[in-house]
């Protein structure tokens, strides 16, 4: 058995060392290993598994929930979202740092991309309070931190591909998410607001004339949109009204309709969502198909219960191998994207930690914690590429930047393991649908 498991082992490395693309790497290395270790009718199983993937209805809402951020991408919501906010968060210490913060964890919730999130709100934050005087690392690196929100405030992609995977509830991994989310954002605004009290110099004088309270309230006439689109989205789903696919729908139409009363809808626009969520999701497609092929390759050859068992001769905590998760996924975000390790990795890991005890909906939560402070740790952190493109800084310096930030997550990895209710409290008291 450990020749297999070195050898299977070996094999992916090998294909990925020689930038094979994710997905044939994946069908490769299982349809060798099957080839070489099992007389098995390979011609048959590829259909038979990427069939029953490909019409799951957690991938059909994956699809719309890709189509509704690209449609957003495309909108001017980034400056919605800065009037909107800005008078609000110029009440706090830290004024207007905060406004990535907010805005990040609002648009998250109606994208479900990180790497959206990071563009849209960062397109204006970024520029705004760098030529109003914001210190460069807090503007730079904060936004890096918020924009991985897109991963974990609902309705998140990731948690969609690992509820496929791992078959459990997409509605109970999005809902579970809602608390961590949370926690993670007003973590990011205290940090904010602690270095704006302890040196102020971090942190412009404003020059914006002093605003009424009635003109405060005006300013949400700017979020209206995107906090309709959350109720509508997410109410609809928590509220027992609609499954994920369902509300996906209702999203990519709240999106149009935004993008229509934005006037930024032409038939070019609309043209270039279809093509960038035809894309992206024929991408995610083909690896999560992959993924499970060899999934499936793995458990035909005992790779998965041969690792567990010379894992279990560590004889590791349950603690302790959390700690190992987190710098596995750590070291392995610096040469992966987010998406891929977890599709790559899960036939493994995810056995291991129900083993220890751990909750199957937890553990997607703690997973996409730690792909997120992945999407800021280089030399591949995706957020940081982003920022690059849209402030010029080199990615050291941004992930630099971000190191605060990727530290807080890593806090919020140790909170969630220590009191587990941050993430499974809503899942059981709440009686959801689909």
Not at 132 to 152: C, E
Request: overall charge neutral.
């Amino acid at each position: 058995m450990t020749v297999i498991t070195l050898s299977t082992l070996g094999l992916l490395v090998l294909f990925l060392g020689a930038s094979l693309w994710i997905w044939l790497a994946l069908y490769s290395v299982g349809i060798g290993s099957l080839f070489i270790f099992r007389d098995l009718p390979i011609d048959k199983l590829i259909p038979q598994v990427t069939y029953k993937i490909a019409i799951t209805p957690e991938l059909m809402a994956l699809t719309l929930f890709i189509l509704m951020a690209e449609i957003l991408f495309r909108t001017r919501m980034s400056e919605s979202l800065f009037k909107g906010l800005s008078p609000w968060a110029a009440l706090m210490p830290g004024r207007l740092l905060h406004v990535t913060v907010l805005g990040c964890t609002l648009f998250a919730a109606v994208s479900g991309s990180s790497a959206a999130t990071t563009a849209v709100v960062g397109r204006i934050t970024s520029t705004e309070l760098l030529n109003r005087g914001y210190d460069r690392d807090l503007v730079i690196g904060s936004l890096a931190g918020a924009g991985t929100f897109g991963l974990l405030i609902p309705p998140s992609g990731i948690m969609i591909i690992y509820g496929v995977l791992a078959e459990e509830s997409i509605l109970k991994l999005f809902i579970a998410g809602v608390i961590p989310g949370l926690v993670l954002a007003m973590s990011f605004m205290a940090y904010l607001g602690i270095r704006a009290v302890m040196n102020p110099a971090l942190v412009a004088r404003d020059v914006d004339p002093a605003m009424s309270w009635g003109q405060r309230l005006r300013s949400l006439i700017d979020i209206a949109p995107v906090i309709l689109l959350v109720l509508f989205v997410m109410g609809s789903m928590y509220g027992g009204f609609a499954t994920p696919s369902e509300a996906a729908a209702v999203g990519c139409l709240g999106a149009v309709i935004v993008s229509a009363l934005q006037k930024t809808l032409t038939p070019r626009s609309l043209a270039a969502a279809f093509l960038g969520a035809a894309r992206t999701m024929s991408m995610i497609g083909l690896i999560i198909t992959g993924a499970v092929f060899l999934s499936v390759a793995l458990g035909f050859l005992g790779v998965p219960d041969a690792i567990a068992k010379a894992i279990a001769r560590l004889d590791l905590s349950p603690f302790m191998l959390i700690l190992l998760l987190i710098v596995f996924y750590a070291v392995l975000g610096m040469v992966l994207e987010g998406n891929s390790a977890i599709i790559m990795t899960l036939p493994i890991t995810l056995p291991l930690v129900l083993a220890a005890g751990f909750d199957k909906i937890w553990f997607g939560v703690f997973l996409v914690v730690v792909v997120e402070m992945a999407q800021i740790t280089p030399p591949v952190g995706f957020n940081l590429f982003v920022i690059q493109g849209l402030t010029g800084d080199r990615v050291g310096r941004i992930a630099y930047a971000a190191l605060p930030f990727f530290l807080l997550m890593a806090g919020l990895c140790v909170l969630i393991v220590i009191f587990p209710e941050i993430v499974l409290y809503l899942p059981e008291s709440i009686q959801l649908r689909g």
